[in-house]
């Protein structure tokens, strides 16, 4: 007589053996976009980019500071720092029960320069460069194998073109090349290194390149400014890097300071002080 195997062993079997299915080492992220316009210009963008599993009721915020200043004339300084703190539902066709059975944590440190040019009386060209410095780390739930820890390098390239009105209004599309080198990655699960491209290679191997189109806007007065970026990013380069979902959505606040709010003469032609 032959001997049957139980269906839950099976099931059991299944979910450790694969139960990091699916693992994600890149996730979609804003581009600080300065629109900077004049020396001594200051803004400081705080943002947050809400995350939604499909159907688990987890959610969660990876906020995100942009900070831009123009010393002189033309250049542009910025400092980025990006979070990411995400749950997942990657084991979601075994049982509901392991739905946001991985955390996702990290987090992204970018520094740039670039030379800003505003034409005609609302154009605004910019182009910067730069370099960031970031971390994942993925953790499995249920105590399965299937954990990890990256670090990685980039170099990034980003023009834009934008418009704005007055201190009320701002808006530039532009796109992101960024070159990402994965490095000092570890895990338990070896067949990892190679779960994340196509075709399938050593993480640590390939350099590469992102595409990240992304249009942003701020309005509001002067001082203080409801920001939101829309965009994507796209793996460029072959083997690709496999991205679930590419698409992102932040929204925020923008501070700023700048000269042109100070001067004597206000575009509608009063003095300070003076009245309606």
């Known amino acids: 007589m032959k001997a049957r195997v139980p269906i839950s062993f ?68 910025m400092a980025s720092y990006r979070s990411t703190n995400r749950y997942s539902n990657e084991e979601d066709f075994y049982d509901y029960n392991y739905q946001d059975s991985i955390h996702y944590t990290g987090n992204r440190a970018e520094f740039g320069l670039g030379y800003y040019l505003p034409f005609g009386s609302r154009g605004l060209f910019d182009l910067y460069s730069g370099v960031g410095f970031g971390s994942l780390k993925r953790k499995n739930l249920q105590n399965y194998f299937g954990n990890y820890e990256a670090k990685y390098f980039q170099v990034f390239l980003q023009p834009s073109v934008g418009f704005y009105a007055n201190d009320v209004f701002e808006m530039c599309g532009g796109v992101r090349l960024q070159l990402q080198k994965y490095s000092n990655f570890t895990t338990d699960t070896a067949k990892f290194r190679y779960e994340f491209t196509e075709p399938n290679t050593d993480i640590t191997d390939p350099t590469f390149l992102i595409a990240g189109p992304f249009m942003n806007l701020n309005v509001g007065y002067q001082y203080v400014k409801f920001n939101m970026q829309f965009g994507a990013n796209f793996s460029a380069s072959k083997p690709h890097l496999r991205m679930e979902q590419p698409f992102y959505l932040s929204m925020g606040i923008t501070l700023g300071l700048a000269p042109r709010f100070f001067h004597s003469h206000r575009d509608d032609g009063r003095q300070p002080g003076e009245r309606y």
Do not use: W
């Open 10 to 77: 099976i099931l059991v079997f299944f979910v450790i053996a694969f139960s990091s299915c699916s693992p994600r080492i890149y996730f979609p992220d804003r581009t600080n976009a300065p629109m900077l316009r004049e020396a001594g210009e200051v803004k400081l963008t705080s943002s947050l980019k809400v995350q939604n599993n499909a159907e688990a009721p987890k959610t969660v915020l990876s906020p995100s500071f942009d900070l831009a200043v123009s010393p002189v004339k033309g250049l542009g300084i």
